[in-house]
């Protein structure tokens, strides 16, 4: 027998213990009110005899007569009451298993019903658990295959996820291929952008010592850009491929905040900035410490770059059991609103852009950032200037 079939004769169970109690009621109420009647009509029969035997001929001719009136003839006869008598005056000796058997019989019917939606919603809380606890295993990575071999209500839905699960996976082993494709690409362009550098380098010094041209120093700053935007691109291949080597042990931000700055210290002076880093106390998170460097020295050279001359990078750090929480900020005119959503787009420079970067900087500062289960966000401050806010989270 299928399972459908199992759940249609568990859903109509108790309804034929419904049917069935009625059709005994309703007999065991006839044959109950057929015996009262025959028993009391007896009983005054005895009477009457016991009294007048000699009434016996009429009171046999009177039961016959009884008998051959019809239901219609009989409903509505209160002949008794100009007697003096009611119908509640007769049977009150009322038969109490009369009343036990309907009890009984409610009793049973509940109990059916209460089994039947107990065992029901017991099934589909067993069916919810199982597919709940496959897309559980499937958001962990676990893919698995969820077996049930017998057909139900859920059955459908059940082929719907799997297929729903499998799509979802092939899609995301080809996004994860083309990732990784798009990397190897990127590192071998890296790569190949290498040797024609270094050999354009060092032909550029031998012409420089044999035939000294006024042009050799624009080349030269043209060569040192295509190097920093070829050690870029590896670095950016590296964080594609999964393959940036980060290290895991304790940071401090206050150090952190420091050793970057420290490293700006030439441009800082050069530009007449400042930067402001209070001392909140050792507060720490797990992380790589030369990449979280790396990414706050491009933070804070982006706020440098748009500060005038005699500003001030802003840095402040915070922490709670939850996440740490850097913030730096800058005195400038802030964010152009058209340039806030592409920020930490790769190769995107703002309106406002200086120098001569290529447009890597907070899009590397984002990655190392939410490599260490980071986030980063950019926004302008209500008295003006430029905020970017990380909060590293500790699980």
Known sequence: MSEKWKQRILLFFPFAILAAGMILISTFFLYTYRQIAFEHTS???????????????????????????????LRGNDYLEKYGYRADDFCNGFPPDTVFFPILFFLATACAFAAEILLSRIKIHKRIADLTAYLEQVNIGSHGTLVQTQEDEYSHLQDEIYKTVTTLYQTRETAVAA?????????????????PITAAFLSLQLMEKEIPVAYTEQVKWQLKRLNRLEESLLMLSKIDAGTLPLKREKVDLYTALNLAADNLNDLLRENHIS???????????????EWTMEALINLIKNCMEHSKPGGVVHCDYSGNPLYVEIRVWDDGAGFDTEDLPHLFDRFYRGQRAVGDGIGIGLALARSIFE?????????????????????????
């Open 179 to 195: 990732k990784n494709n798009f990397a190897e690409n990127l590192a071998n362009i890296a790569h190949q952008l290498k040797t």
């Open 371 to 395: 490599l260490q289960n980071g986030t980063i966000t950019a926004s302008n401050l209500q008295n003006g200037g430029a905020c970017f806010e990380i909060r590293i989270y500790s699980h």
């Open 275 to 289: 930067v402001d880093i209070p001392e909140n106390g050792c507060i720490e998170f797990s992380g790589d410490l």
């Open 43 to 73: 009983a005054l029969c005895e009477i009457i005899l016991k009294s007048s035997p000699e009434a016996e001929p009429q009171l046999l001719e009177a039961l016959k007569d009884y008998h051959s009136l019809t239901e219609q003839e």
